[in-house]
């Protein structure tokens, strides 16, 4: 839990640095969510940016935590995920940077990526392999759908997930499926989600559904 608290704050303190260096550069919104679910409260903030408008490299971070109702601290959950990338042609490219699970712990990370945007939908693949003892590698997507309705409203869909896998134990570690689906009005967003989490080698089963409300930062 210490470690974890220290890799927060590290990345917090990333993550406004590079907030304050990119504020005059075209850029997507950065989206804050919180689902208050049937057992837990899920909490999801992330960040991508170009250095410059014109440059190959990048940064994505995200941070995910899970707290049940019942405080009991062992049980709840988190995702950090801090990498710069390198971009190639048509959205290809690779990454290197930090990790960190409250199954596999904390490691450096490189890979493979991919990402796609335009007005109406939003991809995002990573490939990452872990530098521990385990050697994990992990497959991570993040694809948002959010065509218009009418002038005012869109509609809201998203599917996110990640498998997380130990290649030298042969383990898996963490497994994860969300869904959203919703409404959005300028940088309000609101809906229903559903959570579904696989966790350690027998693949533990937990699943958390209910509404979600976000919001996307300029």
Known sequence: MKSFKIYLSFLIVLSFGILKTFAQNTKPP???EIMAGNKEVYSQFVL??????????DFFGLATYTANYKNDVEENRAIIISQFGYNFKKGFGVMAG????????FSPIL???HSF?????????NLSFFLNDGFDAKLFGLYEYHPSINNSWKFYSRLQFIHNFSINYNEHNISYIYIRAGVQKNQFIFGLGANLDWAGPDKVFNSNFGPFVRWEFD
């Open 98 to 105: 930090l990790d960190f699970n409250s199954f596999a712990g």
């Open 111 to 113: 890979g493979p990526k």
């Open 30 to 32: 950065v989206p804050v």
């Open 117 to 125: 945007a335009n007005k109406n939908f939003l991809a995002v693949t």
């Open 48 to 57: 991508k940016r170009f250095f410059s408008p014109t440059s190959k490299f």
